[in-house]
């Protein structure tokens, strides 16, 4: 058994739409265990592998359950923070689970949820030197982004803040899943890449650069789609939160070494002919992260501070009259 103090792990899990990917954090942050697992599909299956997971991790460790002292978890789809409850994690064949409740009924641990972008967003804050605000963009099947700002997840007023996905910038362009026409997602979002090539394949994107590269004209359209839509999802992010930093996380930062170069590229030449986009140095402020980072397990193991922690807005609150 490792020396780890009462009640000091925090249980963190990433569930996707193959895998759950889990860690287990020490009272310092450091990396205590970790695992990975095939995801279900359903609400039961979804909840079983949870419980799973948490208690893999736990058998890992060879700690009493009692050394726990939470579990976290984020998921994709529309998350009630407050209680866990799940919503249409469309993905994962879940239309409503309340799965706090039920890793809590479980275990017998304080379970918290997050929207998996969100906790990956707090992750990645989390393994930064510094509290700038900063940004995490997550190009995976989808695009969307979280904020931190003031060191804590931003949501906004109903939960949309950083949804930069459905940001449309090409009015011809192609039709999203969301009813409007050229939203970024739909320019570099891997699903919407992967149909626009149609030539199937287990990597598409991966095989949409090895084309660009052999010279094949569609390829090339859509590899610069890829970075024109990245480079407006940064745009966007920078111009409405002035983020410092935009962390770029992924399934498509696989394939970093051959997508940030252009990224780059396509930022520089956006701002060639703008003084005013030139000054605030986009290009400088996007940062990939290394493939397969487990950064959404990490941000997940930090909800219990992130989400218990009482409003800075009401202690800082003036007394009036
Ligand atoms: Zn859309």
Redesign the pocket.
């Known amino acids: 058994m490792i020396g780890v103090a009462q009640g000091g792990v925090r249980i963190g899990l990433d569930v996707g739409g193959t895998k759950i990917a889990g860690i287990a954090l020490g009272d310092d942050g450091s990396r205590l265990g970790s695992i990975r697992r095939r995801t279900g599909w359903g609400d039961a299956a979804v909840l079983e592998g949870a419980v799973a997971a948490a208690t893999e991790l736990i058998d890992q460790l060879g700690a009493p359950v009692q050394s726990i002292r939470s579990i976290g978890i984020g998921i994709p789809g529309l998350i009630d923070t407050a209680t866990g409850l799940v919503l249409h994690a469309v993905n994962l064949g879940v239309a409503s689970l309340p799965l706090a409740a039920g890793v809590q009924a479980a275990l017998g641990v304080p379970c918290f949820v997050e929207n998996d972008v969100k906790a990956a967003a707090l992750g990645a804050a989390s393994l930064r030197q510094d509290t700038e605000p900063m940004a995490y963009l997550n190009l995976g099947t989808g695009v969307a982004a979280g904020l931190i700002i003031g060191g804590r997840i931003w949501r906004g007023a109903r939960g949309t803040a950083g949804e930069v ?2 940001l449309s910038v090409d009015p011809q362009g192609r039709v ?3 009813g ?1 026409r050229g ?1 970024i ?2 320019l570099c979002g891997g699903g919407a890449l992967a149909r626009a090539w149609g030539r199937g394949g287990e990597l598409p994107v991966r095989d949409i650069l090895d084309a660009a590269d052999a010279g094949d004209e569609t390829a090339v359209g859509l590899r610069d789609d890829l970075f024109r839509g990245t480079a407006a999802a940064v745009r966007a992010l920078v111009l409405s939160a002035d983020v410092e930093t935009v962390v770029i996380g992924g399934g498509l930062t696989a394939l970093a070494p051959r997508i940030e170069p252009g990224i780059r590229a396509w930022l520089r030449r956006d701002a060639a002919e703008s003084p005013f986009l030139q000054s605030l140095r986009l290009d400088e402020r996007i940062e990939l992260l290394p493939a397969d980072s487990p950064v959404a397990a990490i941000g997940a193991a930090l909800l219990s501070s992130a989400l218990a922690e009482i409003d800075p807005f009401e202690k800082e609150m003036p007394v009036h009259g």
């Open positions: 996905g459905h999203c899943g969301c409007q939203c997602e739909t």
